[in-house]
């Protein structure tokens, strides 16, 4: 939804989708759509693709059809890059969107800086916590040298922290009793606990004394609804000389807003 508003705002109202085949692709482009369109986009075409091609050029051709502005390509840096280059080689405008994963300087660097400087994009989480400034500073240390900016990175440490802390609060590590703590472990009233051991020690302490805890983000406040889909905060960016700058935010009530059919 974020994605959708930010490219109207940005002036991409007619585009071609590419998409990758698998979970990821199809329910990132069935939400995008949707909104899309509520805000008076157009869709050219949509097209998937499997993962791992030698080529992409009949992809590409098929998205071309119907004269689009922009692609909006929904991919992960590799393929996206050979995406992208064929787009460019077949003679596509070098105007697109990209889904976070593509926020890669893999992916710029392949397809070359000089046809990226209208590219747009948006992250999840915007409002910095101290779970972030932890996140920032200490991420590439005890990753191994992976920096906190690569694709997913930050939620992935937010997944993987919030599922251990349910795990906890669980007592046990089974699928329907993690469900069930998650709310527990990201109670709005609950004790405000942070990443980090130090934090992460305190949080069990908590647990153990039967209180409710709110495990805040590395990538901002985020809310679990009924059924179990997140909402949250977005950074909006864009790709200008080779690096991505941030240009703006999207709060998580915007969203919302989005979602419920207003502009």
Request: aromatic residues 10%; proline residues 5%; negative net charge.
């Amino acid at each position: 939804m974020a994605a959708a508003k930010y490219a109207v705002d940005s002036g991409l109202t007619n585009l071609a989708i590419i998409q990758v085949n698998n979970d990821f692709g199809v329910n990132m482009e069935r939400e995008f759509a949707d909104a899309f369109q509520k805000l008076g986009g157009t869709i050219t075409s949509v097209t998937s693709y499997n993962e791992s091609q030698p080529s992409y050029d009949a992809e590409v051709t098929a998205a071309m059809a119907g004269d689009p502005q922009a692609l909006y390509l929904i991919s992960y840096p590799v393929d996206g890059a050979t995406i992208a280059r064929t787009w460019i080689s077949q003679g596509g405008p070098q105007k697109f969107l990209l889904n976070d994963g593509m926020n890669s300087s893999d992916f710029i660097e392949a397809v070359g800086a000089q046809y990226l400087n209208d590219a747009y994009g948006t992250s999840s989480g915007t409002t910095e916590t101290d779970s972030t400034k932890y996140f920032n500073d200490n991420f590439a240390a005890f990753s191994e040298g992976i920096e906190p900016s690569a694709p997913a990175a930050d939620r992935s440490y937010d997944a993987g922290a919030i599922v251990g802390l349910a795990i906890a609060k669980a007592g046990k590590a089974e699928p329907d009793a993690i469900r069930d703590a998650i709310r527990q472990v990201t109670d709005p009233a609950g004790e405000p606990i942070h990443a980090g051991p130090e934090e992460f020690r305190r949080a069990l302490a908590l647990i153990a004394e039967g209180k409710p805890i709110r495990y805040e983000r590395v990538i901002g406040p985020v809310i679990f609804d009924q059924y179990g889909d997140i909402s949250g905060p977005f950074r909006l960016w864009r790709i200008q000389d080779g690096q991505v700058t941030t240009t703006g935010e999207m709060t998580a009530d915007q969203v919302a807003a989005i979602g419920a059919g207003s502009n």
